[in-house]
């Protein structure tokens, strides 16, 4: 007797396959429960006829349906279809919803199962089923990993693995793994013209999965924090996919905000505003969650370039409850106000742990203190600067640039330093980041390298083991640089030096007379000689290329498989502060 | 599995039909106060959209020139800060 409701859903599923309809074959091969009455059939079925010990029977099974196809080119066979049917009707057979983790290993057997399928010359046909099993094992990987009650397990299994020295691979991260073979199956298409593009101008063959199995896998490489891998995936793209204007909206926005997340977090904030500025753009007017996320990393970038959102732009709907966060640091870089931008910026102060958690605030503190520092010098120039002047003697024209005292600039920089130090006013706290260093004060930048004198052992007592102890010899007698507290000359120098540096100064430095000299003024007002506006002089200093945003088609210039190391790419945006 | 909780599965996807696009973004379309500050970025309830439907609705748009502001220095020296700032040069000058 043979299992007449599985007979029929094969003998259906030939049908599909000869029609090469992939929609059809997702929307039949349903995994997700509440199964419907008729697949509740087939699995008693299963159950009934072909038990956990019966695979080979399973198998013949399924030949005995499926079609002999063309073989295609790339010498794909049906056995691998076959295969993932079995694993299909294996997987309704064993599952079993109450044991999250099990289903999760399951689900992922066959994801790969059906990777495997799409080689095969009816690999196209498969793309769909690939592409839900992918976005249904995301969700269940991001959904284990919220509740660590039920990884528990996993975690020691980890550490385990991680003392026989291999590289400890979590649950999100391995699913995110076995979708980028997906994503590499599509990426690696060789059908159609080497463009890629159809004659209809869309993706040819698997190719129109790149950016959907491209989106999971860095979706879940954001969630766990493996950046290293999405840039593997940015890399990958810009080397062999088509142009991503060829691709759906929602594919386009979602690709071109986590290229500006990796690019911001990695300091490109020009290339990040330009991808984040077009997913902005091309976002679907009424998706508000999303504009919302664009928006931060968007409006963030565009501070540290010197470009600040417009109340109208904070009043839209995404942009709920964000001008009170952003407006301060914007006023405070305007002003040239160093108390307010530190106090703003400290970690006790109201939005910080809004900022930390958006992973946005070293960026905005530390970038942006450059444009403090250049609101200052320019506020000294606008209350205290000499304006310059053209004197006569004789046939002798003498001109005087249009000067600060830098000496000025360091008696505002003082009175404003000694307001956040609390001078007079409150003790300074201290917190965790500091070190134990006092409160909202700057620390050394290797500040969890400088152990104070006082616990270093004398050399009979030193203990090997104890890390704390240990001191170089080299560096036995060293005298850690403590900063000082407030701003002295040395340091005003210094950072208007590197402010002309960067172009947000033009001029030039008098050490003799301690004064900032602007050059080249003509006719036209000092101030705007001397500090020209932000953007302008960061626009003109960008790269304006992103790597891993591919904008037009071009002929593939290396092999498959070649790698692009972005990370030697030069920082766009404001030069080190 | 928690998947299958929201009803989301392919059967549920399989209907991807221009008509329910509507609904569907209508649903996305919480109070902003309402808004979670969750870090996930929500898949889009549709594939593709024309150019016209990213454009923001009459009445929020904002205009759409100088939705970033370039020149944002201040120049007024009369209100409070530069007021202490003045003083404190003064001040410092003084002492000298």
Known sequence: MSPPTLDQFLGEI??????????????????????????????SEIKQFYPTNSQKALENKCISFIPEYDEGDDGGSRTSFVMFMVKYFTFLRDVNVDNLIETHDLLKALLNQSILALSSSIGVIVLPTVVSLSHTLARLAIGLD?????????????????????????????????????????????????SGVDSNGKPEGRRVGIYLMANLCLKLFFHCRKLRSAEQIFGNIYQQSPPLGLFPAAQRVTFLYYLGRYLFANNHFYRAQLALQTAYDQCHAQCISQRRLIFIYLTTSNIILGRFPSSRLLQRPEAAGLAEKF?????????????????????????????????????????????VWRSLARRTFTLSGSQGAVTSQGDVTRKAAPTLSLQDMLTLATLLEKRVLGFAEDTPK??????????????????????????????????????????????ADVVDPEPPLLPNMEIIESIVASLIEQGLLHGFISHAQHRFAITGVKDARPVQVGFPRVWDVIKARANKEVPGWVKERKAPAFGPGMVVNLSGARPAGAAPG | MSAAADGSGPTAKATTAAADTSTTLKDQQKPAAALEEDDEFEDFPVDDWAPEESEVPPGQEGGTTHLWEESWDDDDTSEDFSKQLKEELAKVKGQK
């Open chain 1, 14 to 43: 030939a049908g599909i396959i000869k029609e090469k309809n992939g929609t059809q074959l997702q929307e039949y091969l349903i995994y997700e429960p509440p199964l419907p009455p008729l697949y509740n059939k087939i699995v």
């Open chain 1, 146 to 194: 919220k509740r660590p009650e039920l990884i528990e397990h996993l975690i020691k299994r980890e550490s385990v693995v991680e003392n026989e020295a291999t590289e400890r691979v979590t649950l999100v991260e391995s699913s995110a793994n076995v979708i980028r073979e997906a994503f590499k199956k599509c990426l690696s298409e060789r059908s159609g013209p080497p």
């Open chain 1, 327 to 371: 407006q301060p640091i914007c006023a405070a870089i305007a002003k040239g106000d160093l108390a307010s931008f530190r106090k703003y910026m400290d970690l006790d102060a109201q939005h910080a742990e809004w900022f930390l958690q958006k992973r946005i605030l070293l960026q905005l503190s530390n970038r942006c203190e450059v444009l």
């Open chain 1, 430 to 475: 201290s917190n965790g980041l500091t070190n134990g260093h006092t409160g909202t004060q700057r620390t050394h930048t290797n500040a969890i390298f400088v152990f104070p004198k006082a616990q270093t052992p004398p050399p009979q007592e030193a203990d090997a083991e104890l890390p704390y102890s240990y001191v170089d010899p080299d560096l």
